[in-house]
């Protein structure tokens, strides 16, 4: 099946190729026209009519952007091929006729063997991290910043590399451990999580390593410890930081020997874990300090993914409010347009789980019905973050108070971007530069 006309010999060979693969696949000239596509690609669409993709762009087909995802602030593996000729694979949210779905795009280019025509084949992989996969619980959201964040997963889930989660409180820390679990080789064995926080030095290591009978006062038999209940699973030590340095050499020792034993025991048990911690704290500062080791640290930080806060993705709100009201009620129940622009307004410094709970108890107040501004008390008393700056007295840089300006709008509207442009009195590719220039800014490590 193709899009070309009947003088192109070149889509031909393409469609015949694209034919023998069973993952949807389309063919693209430099300037992101598609050439031609698959069977498979065409079931996407309802209709399954080579006319509802004749002629269009990749951008408009799976974004609905009428320019190349890059000027958006998305990575473009089109641009990257074009750019050094090899091979790319990006995250992406594609739109398609049964909703967005996160997907794995690979493209790499292709010469026409006659002609030695250059074109470029694109392969969509489904995603395991999409919400809509049936096993997946769901990790919500379509912004740059979060989908860079479900790129790095991606990449690490299958290794047996250990990861190192930092974000503030409720930013999915523990959900992005499970993530990594569930789509690593390891998902059929245990995923024990260690919260470190509120645990006593004796404690803890009792906890992680078991113990053997009559090993302190109270220990009346031997008890396995999560170390060995994780075994050929996940541990996910959360609030990593709170650990006591005292158990923080212990730690260390197992991550470097693969062998612990249990308090009171005198016999090596070896480990077979995966170890995922996570922290809400500025560890390096800690480190600085001296209240975390050192060593401790780099080991731990092999792969860093930084979650990032809600206020740094506000574009996600409008679909996390709707994946959690999906989760809390049986029907679907209408927000009005104040109470939406509270929600869209408010910074959630308790950020996803403030959401949440926000969330929550209106579904209760409104009983079910349209949630109203009387249903969010902890809103109301918030101004807007914007009125909030002529008050207070906190100087801004010209830089930051932009891009805080940039944010409020991009939440607030729903135009597409060249109309905002016009009304915010810049160009398209000012408004596309300045909003790419932000999300480098904030881009994650690694
Ligand atoms: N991307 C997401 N999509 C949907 N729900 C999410 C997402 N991230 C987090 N949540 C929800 O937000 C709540 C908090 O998540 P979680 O407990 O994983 O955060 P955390 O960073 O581990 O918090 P803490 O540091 O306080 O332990 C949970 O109810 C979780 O289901």
């Not at 212990?250 to 480990?271: C, H, M, Q, W, Y």
Request: proline share 6%.
């Amino acid at each position: 099946m193709s899009t070309e006309k009947q003088d192109k010999p070149l889509a031909i060979t393409i469609s015949s190729i694209l034919n023998a693969f069973s993952e949807p696949m389309i063919a693209l000239d430099s300037s992101y026209q598609v050439l031609a596509a698959n069977r498979s690609y065409m079931t996407l669409y309802p209709s399954g009519k080579v006319s509802d993709i004749a002629g269009k762009k990749c951008h408009e087909l799976s974004h609905g952007y009428s320019v190349p995802c890059d000027q958006m602030g998305e990575n473009c593996p089109l641009s990257a091929v074009l750019a050094d000729h090899g091979a790319h694979r990006v995250t992406h949210v594609h739109q398609s006729p049964t909703g967005p779905h996160v997907v794995e795009v690979e493209l790499w280019p292709g010469v026409d063997p006659v002609s030695q025509e250059v074109f470029y084949l694109e392969k969509i992989h489904p995603s395991p991290l999409d919400s809509r996969s049936a096993s997946h619980e769901g990790l919500v959201g379509h912004s740059p910043m979060f989908l860079q964040m479900l790129s790095l997963i991606h990449k690490v889930a299958s290794k047996n590399t250990l990861v190192f989660l930092e974000g503030e409180t409720g930013t999915g820390k523990e959900l992005v451990a499970h993530a990594i679990h569930q789509f690593s080789p390891r998902r059929e064995k245990p995923f024990v999580t260690v919260d470190c926080s509120g645990l006593t030095e004796t404690l803890i290591e009792s906890e992680l390593f078991g113990h053997e009978k009559g090993a302190f006062t109270g220990a009346q038999g031997k008890k396995i410890g999560l170390v060995e209940a994780a075994r050929g699973g996940t541990l996910f030590l959360d609030e990593v930081g709170e650990l006591p340095l005292s158990m923080q050499v212990k730690l260390l020792r197992l991550l470097e020997t693969n062998i612990f034993r249990r308090v009171g025991g005198v016999d090596p048990i070896k480990a077979d874990i995966r170890l995922i911690s996570a922290t809400h704290r500025n560890l390096r500062r800690m480190v600085e300090e001296g209240g975390f080791r050192k060593d401790l640290f780099y080991r731990l930080n092999i792969f860093p993914i930084r979650l990032p806060a809600l206020r740094d993705r506000k574009g996600d709100i409008p679909l996390l409010i709707e994946s959690v009201m999906k989760r809390f009620s049986d029907h679907p129940v209408l927000i009005d347009e104040d109470a939406r622009s509270l929600l869209l307004g408010h910074s959630y410094p308790g950020n996803i789980r403030e959401l949440r709970n926000i969330l929550e108890r209106a579904l209760i107040l409104s009983d079910g019905e349209t949630i109203t501004p009387d249903h969010l008390p902890d809103l109301q008393e918030s101004l807007p973050e914007i009125s909030s700056w002529e008050e207070s007295k906190q100087l801004l840089s010209l830089r930051e108070a932009e891009g805080r300006y940039l944010d409020w709008v991009l939440s607030r509207s729903e135009e597409p971007l060249s109309d905002l442009a016009l009304k915010l009195g810049v160009s398209p590719r000012t408004l596309y530069r300045k909003m790419d220039k932000k999300r480098k800014r904030g881009s994650h490590r690694v």
